[in-house]
């Protein structure tokens, strides 16, 4: 008789604070003429190293963090030719399978968790960045947008449409001119 009021309240309080998981998702197509306009700092960066070891391995979100050197600022301003995001190394590439420009996340973001967490060490990444108050920059902001895609070279076709809507929003002519 007594084992049944705790357990009963035990299974009351587990029912009660049971937290229901459900896949990332969105209201709104993604625009990435939007990432672009609202980023507040983009940059072309090579994910260097760990910064930050994870304390519980695997965990997700990861709380490691990687180091990035910035290679261009596309627009915006960086205070420091390095930061850091939270994310994890890996040893794999993780570019995006669809054509630019890009209106989904690398396959990395898409089982569920919103925004794509793993960086190849060595490996070119675009990042568009928004300004925290606690943690530098962060690329979590923009639920399953590409936000930090790898690229294949400083000409790849995701960067290049990047820096064209970068000039075309800060309202920069992209006009070419015609020879006399």
């Known amino acids: 008789m007594n084992l049944k009021i705790p ?5 009351f309080v587990t029912l009660t604070c ?9 209201t709104h ?6 990432i672009v306009r609202k980023a507040d700092v983009i940059v072309r960066a090579t994910a260097e190293s760990l910064a930050h070891a994870a304390s519980v391995p695997n ?9 990035f050197k910035v290679l261009e600022v596309v627009r ?29 996340v690398r396959p990395d973001g898409r089982s569920g968790s919103c925004f794509a967490t793993s960086y ?26 590409p936000v930090n895609e790898q690229l294949h070279s400083a000409e790849d076709p995701w960067l290049i449409w990047v820096r064209a ?6 309202g920069v002519s992209l006009s070419v001119p015609t020879p006399d």
């Open 7 to 11: 357990i009963t309240t035990a299974s």
């Open 18 to 26: 049971a937290v229901y998981s459900f896949p990332c998702s969105t």
């Open 29 to 34: 197509p993604i625009s990435p003429e939007e």
């Open 59 to 67: 965990s997700y979100p990861p709380d490691s963090r990687v180091q």
């Open 76 to 104: 915006g301003e960086m205070p420091d030719g390095s930061f850091e995001l939270r994310g994890a190394l890996v040893d794999t590439d993780d570019f995006n399978d669809l054509k630019p420009p890009y209106k989904f």
């Open 120 to 145: 190849r060490a060595g490996a070119q990444f675009l990042l568009m960045l928004k300004g925290t108050k606690w943690r530098g920059y962060t690329v979590e902001w923009y639920a399953l947008g």
């Open 165 to 170: 809507q970068a000039r075309q929003s800060a």
